[in-house]
Nanobody, 118 residues
Framework: QVHLVESGGGLVQAGGSLRLSCAAS????????MEWYRQAPGKQRELVAT???????NYADSVKGRFTISRDNAKNTVSLQMNNLKPEDTAVYSC????????????WGQGTQVTVSS
């Protein structure tokens, strides 16, 4: 059973930085596509960043140049470095393991709140 636990959320002023971390157990981050999603109140969940098992990175246009996703294979963690935060980045951020096949299921962490004040 895969267990994902996020940490690092909090309250920060606009222009500030936060680093989110996702610790995985029951699965190895290096062989899975790992993703960060966010959901703001009243809005649909949005894919923020992806790091594939091959190390490719993709970002939502809204965070390109400000957010960086990375992976620590030794610690089995995935991180999201968020710089130059904006009030519109305020959301619950969740770590996710993407399904590896049609018969696989997606796994989610419990989420961590990020609040950016103006």
């Amino acid at each position: 059973q895969v267990h994902l636990v996020e940490s690092g959320g909090g309250l920060v002023q606009a222009g500030g930085s936060l680093r989110l971390s996702c610790a995985a157990s029951g699965s190895i981050v290096s062989i899975n596509d790992m993703e960060w999603y966010r959901q703001a109140p009243g809005k649909q969940r949005e894919l923020v960043a992806t790091i594939t098992s091959g190390g490719l990175r993709n970002y939502a246009d809204s965070v390109k140049g400000r957010f960086t996703i990375s992976r620590d294979n030794a610690k089995n963690t995935v991180s999201l470095q968020m710089n130059n935060l904006k009030p519109e980045d305020t959301a619950v951020y969740s770590c996710s393991r993407a399904p590896r096949s049609a018969w696989d299921k997606r796994d989610w962490g419990q989420g961590t709140q990020v609040t950016v004040s103006s």
